[in-house]
């Protein structure tokens, strides 16, 4: 089969970027569909997965891919054949019990991620256990793997973790990225006044096109002022933040008494100064996010199959151009997904 695949570990990625054409079609074990792929999208994690970030051990070459829409063809063991034939999206996010240890207190679970820990949906066919796919019907596959995970990591930031409830005001940093513009769709859903920061111009009008009740260029300088102005002196009830240590006191000097910062990354850094002070006089709650269950991907899947959630999607590409489209996703210069068509 083909296959996109990160040949060798190294910054920038696309230079590294191939498709092959003789890589093995795997095989489900017991549990496991196979899934013919008709679209994929990329994530920052697939930048971290061809850089070879530290925490991350990956054999190259590598498929990555998180994001995948295709028909299940062929089902292993155990796995009932009334899922052959059906369109289904992919949740990468495995949880599997985790192992006793001695010398630790064990957490319950730990999440194994197809596209890091295994390889992913940038190729024609890919595996996963049947327990982490759903049947989306007739929904169009280049919407749904646009949809996937950057829609299921922001519903468990807002609802889950931030326990958004509608009219209240969300700032989401950063936007023009995946995870921030669908922070931005499920907020204004749920009738949120939405402020959105970024560095670009041309961003900021395309999301108050989309919604966004405020833009904030971001040029470096203590924008948390010009949030309390515009929310007269008020402050944010929750900031969803991804960019990290550059924004992190600008947010938490922009939120309201008691209110909410959930983060699910730090593409600037993770070691990030805190204001304590701020923290307890004004009883901020600070939390961490990521991924999310099968549950919350079948309650927010809901809003893609009925149409009232669509996914901003960047550039759609043949996988023969994968290296282009890899590019694009590193120039940090795209809003929305970019995607990959294998059909």
């Known amino acids: 089969m083909k296959a996109v695949v990160v040949q060798q ?3 920038p990625v696309a230079p590294n970027v191939a498709l092959l054409s003789d890589v093995p079609r ?8 196979l899934v013919q792929t008709e679209a994929s999208a990329l994530n920052s994690l697939d930048l971290w997965v061809g850089k070879g970030l530290p925490g991350i051990e990956t054999k190259y070459p590598f498929s990555s891919g998180s994001d995948g829409a295709g028909r299940v063809v062929e089902v292993g063991e155990g796995v009932d054949r009334a899922w052959i034939g059906r ?26 991620m197809i596209g890091e820990h295994s390889p992913g949906t940038m190729q024609e066919f890919f ?6 796919v759903v049947d989306i019907g007739d929904v169009d596959p280049i919407q749904a793997a646009a949809f996937g995970l950057t829609h299921l990591t922001a519903w468990r930031m807002l609802i889950t973790r931030a326990k958004l409830q509608p009219g209240m005001t969300v700032l989401v940093t950063g ?3 995946g995870v921030a513009l669908a922070l931005l769709n499920i907020a204004r ?4 006044a939405v402020i959105v920061t970024s560095r670009h111009q041309w961003k900021l009008d395309r999301a108050l096109a989309m919604g966004a009740s405020s833009g904030i260029l971001d040029d470096g300088s203590d924008w948390s002022k010009v949030v309390r102005a515009r929310t007269g002196k008020r402050g944010v009830d929750i900031v969803a933040d991804s960019v990290g240590k550059a924004v992190h006191g600008q947010c938490l000097k922009s939120l309201v008494r008691c209110g909410t910062f959930v983060t699910c990354g730090a593409t600037t850094g993770g070691d990030a100064t805190t ?11 600070l939390l961490g996010s990521t991924m999310g269950s099968m549950s919350e991907f079948r309650s927010v899947l809901c809003f893609l199959r009925t149409g009232k959630i ?5 550039s759609v590409h043949l996988s023969k151009n994968a290296k282009i489209a890899y590019d694009r996703l590193e120039s940090g210069e795209q809003f929305g997904k970019v995607v990959i068509d294998w059909r």
Do not use: M, Y
């Open 9 to 11: 570990r190294g910054n």
């Open 26 to 33: 795997p095989t489900p074990v017991s549990g496991e569909v």
């Open 275 to 285: 204001d304590l002070s701020r923290l307890f006089w004004n009883q901020l709650s």
């Open 175 to 177: 936007i023009g990225g």
């Open 87 to 112: 369109r289904v999206l992919l949740n990468a996010a495995v949880i599997h019990e985790e192992k006793p240890h001695p010398d630790r207190a064990s957490s319950g679970e730990e999440i194994c």
């Open 189 to 192: 859903h749920f009738e949120c």
């Open 310 to 314: 669509k996914p901003v999607i960047d």
């Open 127 to 132: 595996c996963a256990p049947a327990t982490n």
